[in-house]
C-alpha cells in the first residue's frame, strides 16, 4: 500500500514536468533528440540508470513512455513480454501493480545459440530483480516466468492490455519470421490492447540488407510491408517516422567492438544501423 502511495505522489510530479512534452511516441527510428527529453530521464530513473546516449536504452524508455502515454501502465493491468533477457522493466512495471508475464527462449536452446552471454538470456524470474527495483514480495506476487518460442507461441497466453519485445524479432531467424511474430503475437492482446516492438533498422540501403539466421536488418521497405500488412488485417499503427535526426549524435557511428558512446547509430557488417520502435492497436 505505501508503494502505490508512493507512486501516485511520484506520477502527478512527472505528468507536472511533461506538461510541455505533449507529442506522443510514434513509430519512430532512435534519434538524439530524445536523450535529452524528460521523459527519457524520468525513466532512466525509473531503472536505475544513468541517461547516456545509448540506443538500447531508448529502446527501453521509448517502450515505457509508449505504454505509458496510451494508459497501460496502471494497477491491474496485464503485461506479456518476448525474449526478456535480464531486462528491468516486469520489476518496475510491478511498482505500478502490473502483473507481468516474461517469456524468454528456452535456456538450453538459448545457451546453443550463444545467448547466455551478455544478460540476453533469462534462466528464471529471479534474474528480473536484481537491481532492485520493487519490493521483492510484491515483485513475486506480479511477476512470472515462463520459456517461449516466439515462432510459436502458445495459445493459452491471450487477453494482455499490451506487449512488448527490445530487439528481439530480428534474431528469429529471417525476415519472414520476424514478420509473422508480429502478426502472431497481437492474438495475445485483448481488443484495443497495445503492442510496442524495436527491432534494429537498416539505414544504409533500402535494397541490401542482412540475412543471415541469428540476424536480420530490416528495411524501411520491409517497415513498410509489415505495417501495411497490419493495418490491412484491422490493426492501427501509429504513424511512422524514418528521419534520421539532426544532432551531432545523429552523425557518429560506433564501429566494432561497439564500446563507444554515442551508440546512437552502430556498423553492423557493412551497414549502419539503428533501432526502429513500432506502436500497434490491436483491433476492436
Known amino acids: 500500500m ?8 511520484q506520477v502527478r510530479k512527472w505528468n507536472s514536468s511533461l506538461v510541455n512534452e505533449r507529442e506522443k511516441r510514434i513509430s519512430e527510428i532512435c534519434k538524439a533528440k530524445d536523450f535529452l527529453t524528460e521523459w527519457h530521464k524520468r525513466w532512466c530513473s525509473e531503472i536505475k540508470e544513468t541517461p547516456r546516449f545509448h540506443r538500447k536504452q531508448w529502446e527501453f524508455t521509448y517502450v515505457l ?12 493491468h496485464n503485461g506479456l513480454v518476448f525474449a ?19 517469456t524468454d527462449i528456452h535456456p538450453d536452446e538459448g545457451v546453443e ?29 506480479r511477476v512470472t516466468y515462463r520459456p517461449v518460442d516466439m515462432n510459436n507461441i502458445p495459445d493459452d497466453l491471450k487477453d494482455f492490455d ?47 540488407t542482412l540475412e543471415e539466421e541469428n540476424t536480420v536488418i530490416y528495411r524501411q521497405r520491409d517497415i513498410d510491408y509489415i505495417v501495411s500488412e ?22 557518429q557511428v560506433d564501429y566494432p567492438p561497439h564500446t563507444q558512446l554515442p ?5 553492423l557488417d557493412k551497414f549502419v544501423v539503428t533501432s526502429i520502435g513500432l506502436i500497434i492497436q490491436k483491433k476492436y
Open 2 to 9: 505505501k508503494l502505490f502511495k508512493r507512486r501516485k505522489k
Open 65 to 76: 513512455q509508449s505504454l505509458w502515454e496510451r494508459g497501460c501502465i496502471a494497477k491491474g
Open 84 to 102: 526478456v533477457g535480464t531486462e528491468k522493466l516486469p520489476a518496475l512495471l510491478a511498482t505500478y501493480g502490473c502483473n507481468i508475464v516474461a
Open 113 to 141: 545459440k550463444g545467448w547466455a552471454n551478455g544478460d540476453q538470456l533469462c534462466f528464471g524470474v529471479e534474474q528480473l530483480n536484481k537491481a532492485g527495483i520493487c519490493e521483492q514480495e510484491e515483485f513475486l506476487r
Open 162 to 208: 499490451y506487449t512488448w519485445s527490445s530487439c528481439s524479432f530480428e534474431h528469429l531467424g529471417s525476415l519472414e519470421k520476424g514478420f509473422n511474430f508480429l502478426k502472431n503475437q497481437m492474438k495475445t492482446l485483448k481488443p484495443g490492447g497495445w503492442a510496442v516492438h524495436t527491432t534494429e533498422y537498416n539505414i544504409s540501403s533500402n535494397d541490401e
Open 230 to 251: 497490419l493495418r490491412n488485417e484491422g490493426h492501427f499503427v501509429e504513424e511512422l517516422d524514418f528521419s534520421l535526426g539532426g544532432l551531432p549524435e545523429d552523425f
Open 263 to 267: 551508440h546512437v547509430k552502430l556498423q
